[in-house]
Every structure is written in structure tokens, then in C-alpha cells.
């Protein structure tokens, strides 16, 4: 018996991905060939970065790569693959890492969120003097999590398909210089300063970077770094339903009715995930087969996990196109690039200044 209409439209769509799936699986076997090859030497990037910049270079130097055939695999592996891979990252993180975060580590991420929220919207606007809904755009993608709040705000506010494009290509081109750069710095010049202090670091990046993706994947350069950075980036992600609200009071016009829509649409569902996972991984930590549960979380899971989250990323970066780079508009630009200045150094300050000294 076969299956109905519905049955062999899933069929299609999945036969439709397979090449773009293909394309992306090979560049992650590529990554994490690299990444296993070179692990004991100083190029010990991680196989996400290494996915991410073969596959930039790919996408702008092969123009076939473009056609049509790969774009449905390279949407369903930048999508539902790595929220999917992200959710399943709570299984190699304990539920320990929340009182690891701690209070003052909460309190200094939801602070930098208001200020950098609030900094980011009056320069936008007032300063820059951008129009429409970009300045909000702009604010939520900096100070929540990039693309995603971009897309979750952007259709509660009305927004134009030019708005919302170019705040997601200035929030993503300066959240991919801080994926590059937040770990430069840190074994650099701000080794020292930060105590040389992994946890530091992480509680850093969690709260400067934008994207989720971009977080882990600098989080993960730091040894020590990625859950803390993971922990302080969630806690982000949670404030999109109260920072969708606030934008459509900010923006007018709005039915209260349509703003509870977008919110309840806004949630974000792999982030929920990974934080039960890390309560499961708890729990298996605290049974009898917790030795057998480390040995195989170590040995296998989080190489598993590791490889789909390259594979990702080999699709991400399959999207980034230097010709789109060029077309961003000037003022967004620069509102993009102070907002993200600002966004990382009053990161760096709390942490220096307020989380490491109360966090003990």
C-alpha cells in the first residue's frame, strides 16, 4: 500500500535536497579531515570554522554552486540540521553549567542586553537617522541572536523585505568578524586582562556575539569555553518573546492581538531542547552508568555532534556571497559596526568588572 498525496510530496522534497545535502556533507568530511590532521598543531581551529570558511570559499569561486539544484539541501542543512545539531549539543553539557553561570552571570547578560538594546536603537535612529523599521532590526539582531530575532521581529513589525535583508546581512557580517576576532584577542592581548580565564572568555562571547552559531563556534576555539558561552547565548534567546513585545510598542501601529501571535511564533523550540538535553546529561551523570555515560559522551557523542554542526555550517557558509556584502547600505554599515563595538566592550567590562570579581 503506498501513501497518499501528502506521503509522496515529502518523497519529492527530500529527493530535491539530496544534492545540496550531499554538497554539504562532503565539505564537513572535508572540515573535519582538516581539523583531525592538524589538531596538535597551533592551526587547532575547530571543524565548524573549518566548514565555514571552505564553503565561503566555494560558494564565490565556483558560480555553479549557485544553481538551483543545491538550494533546497543548503536551506534544510543551515536550518533545521543545525537546530537540530544545536539541540543535541545539551547532551555533551551538564545542567551544572546554569550554576556555573551563576546569578551574577545571568544578571550581567541580561545588562548588557538592556544597554546594548538600548544604545543600538537611539543610535540607529536619532544618530544615524535610519527610517522604517530598521533601527529595531537592527537592535534585536545585535543584542538577541542575529538572523533568528531578525526573522522573528521583522514580519510583527511590518518590515520590508529590504529591511529585514539588509539587517541580516550587516548583523551577520560583523557577527562573522567576531567569530574570528573574539578568539585573536583572547589569546592575545586580552589573555592577561581576562585572568587567562577560559570561563571568562566564554561568558565574553556568549554575551557579545550574535548568532548562535557564531557563538559556538568561537566558544569552542577556548577550551573550556563553549558551555558557559553556550549558557550565556540561551539565556539571550529566551528574551526574543519580551524583546518582540517591546519592539512593537516602540514601532506603533501594531494590534496587541497580532503581537501575542509573533511571540508565542517566536519561540525558539531548539533552545528549549538543548536546555532539557543538559538536564538529561545530569541526570545520566548522576546514575550508576555515569562512567559508561562519560566515556561514550566523550568518546563518541560529541565527535557525532561536532560533525553535524560542521556539516551546518559548510551551509551557512554556503550563503555568504562577497557581491552581497558590497551592496549593504552605508549607514547601516557603520550602525552595525558600533552597535557591534559596543556590544562586545560592554561584554568585556562586566565581565572583567563585575563577573569575575562577584562570581568568585
Given at each position: 500500500m503506498t501513501g497518499g498525496p501528502e506521503h509522496h510530496n515529502h518523497r519529492e522534497t527530500l529527493l530535491k535536497a539530496v544534492p545540496g545535502l550531499l554538497l554539504t556533507l562532503g565539505l564537513a568530511i572535508v572540515a573535519f579531515g582538516t581539523w583531525w590532521f592538524l589538531a596538535n598543531t597551533w592551526l587547532k581551529f575547530s571543524a565548524l570554522l573549518w566548514a565555514f570558511m571552505y564553503s565561503i570559499i566555494a560558494a564565490n569561486l565556483v558560480p555553479a554552486l549557485s544553481s538551483k539544484r543545491f538550494h533546497q539541501g543548503i536551506d534544510l542543512s543551515s536550518t533545521h540540521l543545525l537546530k537540530f545539531a544545536i539541540a543535541l549539543l545539551g547532551l555533551t553539557f551538564s545542567a551544572s553549567v546554569w550554576v556555573e553561570l551563576g546569578g551574577m552571570g545571568i544578571a550581567a547578560v541580561i545588562?548588557?542586553?538592556?544597554?546594548?538594546?538600548?544604545?543600538?536603537?537611539?543610535?540607529?535612529?536619532?544618530?544615524?537617522?535610519?527610517?522604517?523599521?530598521?533601527?529595531?532590526?537592527?537592535?534585536?539582531?545585535?543584542?538577541?541572536?542575529g538572523a533568528t530575532a531578525i526573522a522573528a521581529t521583522g514580519p510583527a513589525l511590518r518590515a520590508k523585505a529590504e529591511e529585514m535583508g539588509l539587517a541580516v546581512a550587516v548583523v551577520t557580517l560583523f557577527g562573522l568578524v567576531a567569530m574570528f576576532g573574539y578568539p585573536l584577542l583572547y589569546y592575545g592581548p586580552l589573555n592577561h586582562w581576562l585572568n587567562n580565564l577560559p570561563l571568562a572568555y566564554g561568558m565574553w562571547a556568549g554575551m557579545g556575539i550574535h548568532e548562535t552559531a557564531q557563538v559556538i563556534a568561537a566558544g569552542s576555539q577556548v577550551e573550556g569555553a563553549a558551555s558557559i558561552a553556550i549558557s550565556a547565548k540561551f539565556i539571550r534567546i529566551f528574551m526574543i518573546g519580551p524583546m518582540v513585545f517591546a519592539s512593537l510598542l516602540m514601532s506603533r501601529g501594531s494590534s496587541s492581538k497580532a503581537s501575542a501571535r509573533r511571540i508565542r511564533w517566536a519561540t525558539p523550540w531548539f533552545a528549549v531542547a538543548f536546555i532539557a538535553l543538559t538536564l538529561v546529561n545530569f541526570g545520566l551523570d548522576s546514575l550508576p552508568i555515569r562512567s559508561w555515560w562519560a566515556d561514550f559522551n566523550n568518546g563518541y557523542l560529541k565527535?557525532?555532534?561536532?560533525?553535524?554542526?560542521?556539516?551546518?555550517?559548510?551551509?551557512?557558509?554556503?550563503k555568504v556571497r562577497?557581491?552581497?556584502?558590497?551592496?549593504?547600505?552605508?549607514?547601516?554599515i557603520v550602525g552595525g559596526i558600533v552597535v557591534s563595538v559596543v556590544a562586545g566592550g560592554s561584554a568585556l567590562l562586566l565581565v572583567k568588572y563585575l563577573w569575575i570579581p562577584l562570581s568568585g
Open positions: 545588562m548588557n542586553l538592556l544597554f546594548t538594546s538600548a544604545f543600538g536603537y537611539v543610535f540607529c535612529r536619532y544618530v544615524l537617522k535610519l527610517d522604517g523599521a530598521l533601527p529595531l532590526l537592527l537592535m534585536v539582531g545585535t543584542s538577541i541572536c565527535s557525532g555532534v561536532t560533525f553535524l554542526l560542521a556539516w551546518s555550517f559548510a551551509a551557512v557558509g554556503l562577497f557581491s552581497a556584502i558590497r551592496t549593504v547600505g552605508f549607514k547601516a
